[in-house]
T-cell receptor, first 114, second 115 residues
Framework: AQSVTQLGSHVSVSEGALVLLRCNYSSSVPPYLFWYVQYPNQGLQLLLK??????LVKGINGFEAEFKKSETSFHLTKPSAHMSDAAEYFC????????????FGTGTKLQVIP | SQTIHQWPATLVQPVGSPLSLECTVEGTSNPNLYWYRQAAGRGLQLLFYSVGIGQISSEVPQNLSASRPQDRQFILSSKKLLLSDSGFYLC??????????????FGEGSRLTVL
């Protein structure tokens, strides 16, 4: 079984400040990990993913995340928040297999304060 | 390039009426197809997935059904809607088999309000 926990359903940061969105997972096998972003009334868009290899993963719009196996974490960061980063962010986990069942966290809404 | 289309974008239906949401993928063959429902504060709930024409797996018992009449077409239906069916429905696709790294490609979503 696998699960995802996102700490903080709402996060507020000032424009230009560091963005840190937390994600912890549980998985009985090596996981694939994802961050998706959703703007209001739209579908989800992939920000970045970790499958194997380098544990620091860079994504679109200046976001990055680090896979830390010992902490079972995959936190999302961005050095400097922009107003356009205001959205809802979802962490997700799956593992390799014939059918890959993806489990999503409950999401974190990011507010950027000017 | 691959694209995914969902329609209608918005739907308001009375309780007890039927439902049909349609999703079409272009630019790829033999995709895995998925229907998710999103409720506020609850993340995404997988409703159905399909690995091929006519092959549908249901993840949760509910008032909804899904069909895949063609390789790149996925339909979500209900014969009689309930108030609890209201929500934001998302169709998604992924690559099949060994090429699949779990990445999902989502449509724009369909917001259903049942009154």
């Amino acid at each position: 079984a696998q699960s995802v926990t996102q700490l903080g359903s709402h996060v507020s940061v000032s424009e230009g400040a560091l963005v840190l969105l937390r994600c912890n997972y549980s998985s009985s096998v090596p996981p694939y990990l994802f961050w998706y972003v959703q703007y209001p009334n739209q579908g989800l868009q992939l920000l970045l993913k970790y499958t194997t290899g380098a544990t620091l993963v860079k994504g679109i719009n200046g976001f990055e995340a680090e896979f830390k196996k010992s902490e079972t974490s995959f936190h999302l960061t961005k050095p400097s928040a922009h107003m356009s980063d205001a959205a809802e962010y979802f962490c997700a986990v799956c593992h390799s297999g014939g059918y890959q069942k993806v489990t999503f966290g409950t999401g974190t809404k990011l507010q950027v304060i000017p | 390039s691959q694209t995914i289309h969902q329609w209608p974008a918005t739907l308001v239906q009375p309780v007890g009426s039927p439902l049909s949401l349609e999703c079409t993928v272009e630019g790829t063959s033999n995709p895995n197809l998925y229907w998710y429902r999103q409720a506020a504060g609850r993340g995404l709930q997988l409703l159905f997935y399909s690995v091929g024409i006519g092959q549908i797996s249901s993840e949760v018992p509910q008032n909804l059904s899904a069909s895949r009449p063609q390789d790149r077409q996925f339909i979500l239906s209900s014969k009689k809607l309930l108030l609890s069916d209201s929500g934001f429905y998302l169709c998604a696709w992924s690559l099949l088999g060994g090429a699949n790294t779990g990445e999902l490609f989502f449509g724009e979503g369909s917001r259903l309000t049942v009154l």
